[in-house]
């Protein structure tokens, strides 16, 4: 009688170096979705401030004489995915590495570790706004057009003094009796009192007038300083009525698109002679344009819309050399003339200035 033939079982040692491969693609796989501490640069949606939106006009006047426009003002924007948003997960890094038009940073060199996605939110919204307010500053300046000026709360922190009781869109007439017809004024008058000082502010809030009272506390930033919480802002407001219809978007590089788009309404001239250009660049109410981040993703923006055109603060020259999409000109400026200057000589035919590292 032969013995039966023992079947070949697998050894212990094989089951778990099965296993331990098992795991390990497992967790490869898990660290491959997990959010990275980076945050994602790519061009965002761009939006003919001259144009409508979701059947609106983005700049919308009432109770004045406007013209016809024709042509587009495209205002640039930049998608941020990661950092305090989060969602950026270590494939769509790598994946943006990889894609020229995108930039992948650490977040502490963009946002502190404290700062959470809500702060960015507030903090963008409110910096949007009062790029509004400077558009509105600004070309009122640069039409001679009259305006009134109110210093207003531009926005409140999430834990903060002034929480649930100052707003966003606050006009402070007074603080403690006194006029307020400076922005500096307010600051001065909390930073001079010891902390724990409560301040009576007469505010109006929707075209009605309110008393508030805020007590000052340590600031979180200074321990030495006190405070309230609240970013303060300046509002322009000539004799008729402008609103942006431009949900969504936050921070301030719109400021000369806007600014240029509101003027284009207010004139008989035809600024963009029915062309596509395009442009960035923050805006103070005396015209002075400013620098602004993600310059090569707005450049990448600007030629996705066959724009021909691209308008930048001269501050962003150097970060946006060698990085032109062809077909489209890059002129840097300075200020708000300059800015309609270049314009009227592009739509001519006329050379415009160009960055020196661009040439």
Same mark, same amino acid.
């Given at each position: 009688?032969?013995?039966?033939?023992?079947?070949?079982?697998?050894?212990?040692?094989?089951? !778990?170096?099965?296993?331990?491969?098992?795991?390990?693609?497992?967790?490869?796989?898990?660290?491959?979705?997990?959010?990275?501490?980076?945050?994602?640069?790519?061009?965002?949606?761009?939006?003919? !401030?001259? &144009?409508?939106?979701?059947?609106?006009?983005?700049?919308?006047?009432?109770?004045?004489?406007?013209?016809?426009?024709?042509? *587009?003002?495209?205002?640039?924007?930049?998608?941020?995915?990661?950092?305090?948003?989060? &969602?950026?997960?270590?494939?769509?890094?790598?994946?943006? #590495?990889?894609?020229?038009?995108?930039?992948? !940073?650490?977040?502490?060199?963009?946002? /502190?570790?404290?700062?959470?996605?809500?702060?960015?939110?507030?903090?963008?919204?409110?910096?949007?706004?009062?790029?509004?307010?400077?558009?509105? &500053?600004?070309?009122?300046?640069?039409?001679?057009?009259?305006?009134?000026?109110?210093?207003?709360?531009?926005? !409140?922190?999430?834990?903060?003094?002034?929480?649930?009781?100052?707003?966003?869109?606050? $006009?402070?007439?007074?603080?403690?009796?006194?006029? %307020?017809?400076?922005?500096?004024?307010?600051?001065?008058?909390?930073?001079?009192?010891?902390?724990?000082?409560?301040?009576?502010?007469?505010?109006?809030?929707?075209?009605?007038?309110?008393?508030? *009272?805020?007590?000052?506390?340590?600031?979180?930033?200074?321990?030495?300083?006190?405070?309230?919480?609240?970013?303060?802002? $300046?509002?322009?407001?000539?004799?008729?009525? $402008?609103?942006?219809?431009?949900?969504?978007?936050?921070?301030?590089?719109?400021? +000369?698109? +806007?600014?240029?788009?509101?003027?284009?309404?207010?004139?008989?001239?035809?600024?963009?002679?029915?062309?596509?250009?395009?442009?960035?660049?923050?805006?103070?109410?005396?015209?002075?344009?400013? /620098?602004?981040?993600? %310059?090569?993703?707005?450049?990448? &923006?600007?030629?996705?819309?066959?724009?021909?055109?691209?308008?930048?603060?001269?501050? @962003?020259?150097?970060?946006?050399?060698?990085?032109?999409?062809?077909?489209?000109? $890059?002129?840097?400026?300075? @200020?708000?003339?300059?800015?309609?200057?270049?314009?009227?000589? #592009?739509?001519?035919?006329?050379?415009?200035?160009?960055?020196?590292?661009?040439?």
């Amino acid at each position: 009688m032969s013995a039966e033939k023992s079947k070949p079982g697998v050894s212990k040692r094989g089951r !778990v170096l099965a296993i331990s491969g098992i795991s390990l693609m497992v967790l490869l796989l898990i660290a491959l979705f997990v959010p990275v501490p980076f945050v994602r640069m790519a061009p965002g949606p761009t939006f003919n !401030v001259i &144009g409508d939106r979701d059947g609106k006009p983005m700049i919308e006047v009432t109770g004045t004489t406007t013209y016809p426009v024709t042509g *587009q003002l495209q205002m640039t924007t930049v998608l941020e995915s990661g950092g305090p948003r989060g &969602g950026l997960t270590f494939v769509s890094a790598i994946a943006s #590495w990889f894609n020229p038009d995108d930039a992948v !940073v650490p977040r502490e060199l963009l946002y /502190p570790d404290e700062v959470s996605g809500e702060d960015v939110k507030s903090e963008q919204a409110a910096m949007f706004s009062t790029s509004e307010s400077n558009s509105i &500053g600004a070309a009122t300046t640069y039409l001679k057009i009259p305006t009134t000026k109110h210093v207003v709360v531009s926005q !409140v922190g999430g834990d903060a003094p002034a929480t649930g009781k100052l707003q966003a869109g606050d $006009v402070v007439v007074s603080v403690n009796g006194t006029a %307020i017809t400076e922005s500096q004024q307010i600051t001065q008058l909390i930073q001079s009192a010891p902390v724990g000082t409560t301040f009576a502010f007469s505010i109006e809030r929707d075209g009605k007038p309110k008393d508030v *009272q805020v007590t000052s506390a340590v600031s979180p930033q200074d321990k030495k300083t006190p405070y309230i919480g609240i970013g303060i802002g $300046v509002m322009y407001e000539p004799n008729f009525e $402008v609103k942006f219809n431009v949900e969504g978007v936050g921070g301030p590089s719109a400021g +000369l698109t +806007l600014t240029m788009g509101l003027i284009d309404k207010l004139t008989p001239e035809n600024l963009t002679a029915g062309k596509i250009i395009a442009g960035t660049g923050t805006i103070k109410p005396d015209g002075i344009v400013g /620098p602004i981040g993600g %310059i090569r993703q707005k450049l990448a &923006g600007a030629s996705a819309t066959q724009a021909k055109l691209f308008l930048m603060p001269e501050g @962003n020259c150097k970060e946006a050399a060698g990085h032109v999409p062809a077909g489209l000109t $890059v002129t840097p400026v300075k @200020n708000l003339t300059q800015a309609m200057e270049a314009v009227q000589k #592009w739509t001519t035919g006329q050379k415009v200035p160009a960055c020196p590292s661009i040439q």
